[in-house]
């Protein structure tokens, strides 16, 4: 009796169980018409209750085929066969009275008068199934959570002292249990009753958009601001939406040091395992390396040694790559960092104030766009639109006019950069203003819409447009 609407029966099977029920109910009618004259009361009756029963079932199958069924499968319940059952268990009761009453003259009420001590006992006998069953109810009234969902389940769910917490997908429910996958591949069955008397929380509800966090110890410093923007920028490399971007806050104090926590929001329980195992990896990689010791009860880190200083031949190739003169190669030299990233560390974030140009020395960055996805899972991923090398390089755009930076860059694989500060490049630029036609022709090489402002004669324009944001930004005058 109990099934769930997705169930599949073929039409054959179907036709066949008709047509069957049909012969049944024509050989009950015919001999209940026929042949019941002279035939034994007994007799009689037990004909006549048979077949009552089997129109009662037809009706119901009926009600059930044409009407019910086709209802509930339109609807987006919690549990599209749980509605069904109860309804056509009530069908059924109803049906049993009416049948008892009309054939054999015994109402449901006199059963229930003389059978109250035994109602008693089988309803003690029961207690924990039917628990169970008015919990689903419960359930299906008021549906928190569907199948589908990842629900955090936290409450005394193994009959032990104290409270569990349990995470996991709702793979079915039904009228007595509610069936949970852990993300371990684990298949937990929870009666309805222990679900209705704990905490659940939904992850994928109301939008699926939940914010996490995580936090890190550090040693003191006096120059703790950096290690903040340097993480926040770090984080950019994290899937997320440009109005959620994540963020750095100094949380507390513990073990003598400054708790850093690590804001971020994430679609689906998935992606926000993913985004947690890369947010506590880039907070332990990017702090020792830029000189930050983590503190733990065993004291703190040894820091990274720092990067050395871009050779000789590495000025050059930079200097060459923007067109600029090969005297200034030693005149940004003590300005430039040189600067390795881990993958799937951010090094520029759309929309940010840009300050600075990178050049690749090695590895392979990729230029992305955050985009809503249900595979591998439900969550935010990147759609790749550029991939950069060796030898180019990316930001320019910002640090010359001062525009947000119009794109994302996160390292694929580990990396190092080079990154010329808009400070070092300011110096230079103001002692040799001619240089801003060079970089006028670098604008011009790389932005998008040149080629069709080319097209429409208006190259002129753009090119007086980045000429005055260039000198402007610069306080060329």
Known sequence: ?????????????????WVLLALLVAALAYF????????PPALTRAASLVLWAVVAYLGIRAFSFLLLDPLLSQGKTATPGFARDLIVVVLYILAAGGVLREAVGVSIGQLLGTGAIAAAVVGLSLQETLGNLFAGISLHLDPTFQEGDWIEVTGNL??????????????SMTWRTVQLRTENGDTDIFPNRVIAQAVVTNLYVPSGLHRRTTKVVVEPHPELHVAIAKLTQALAGIPHYPHHPPEIVVNGIDLGGAVLEARFWTLGWRHSRAALYQVNRLMTTLLPREGFSLLGPM???TPHPPVPQPTTVQMAELVAGLNLPAHWAEDLRPHIVLRRV?????IIREGDAGHSIFAVVSGRLQVVKVREGEQ????LFWDVIATLG?????GEASMLTGAPRNATVVAETPCELMELPKSGFEASLKREPEIVERLVDIMESRHPDAHAAQAEGRKHLLREVWHRQIRTW???G
Do not use: C, K, N
């Not at 009796?1 to 169980?17: G, I, K, Q």
């Not at 209940?32 to 035939?39: D, I, K, P, S, V």
């Not at 591998?376 to 969550?379: A, E």
């Not at 060796?390 to 990316?394: A, E, R």
């Open 299 to 301: 004291g703190p880190t």
């Open 32 to 39: 209940f018409l026929h042949l019941r004259t002279g035939a």
């Open 1 to 17: 009796m109990f099934r769930d609407l997705r169930e599949r029966v073929s039409p054959t099977r179907r036709l066949a169980a």
């Open 376 to 379: 591998p899972y439900t969550g």
């Open 158 to 171: 193994r009959g032990g002292p104290g409270r569990d917490t349990l995470i996991g997908q709702v793979e």
């Open 474 to 476: 610069f306080g060329l």
């Open 342 to 346: 881990a993958p799937g560390e951010g």
């Open 390 to 394: 060796p030898g180019q390089w990316f």
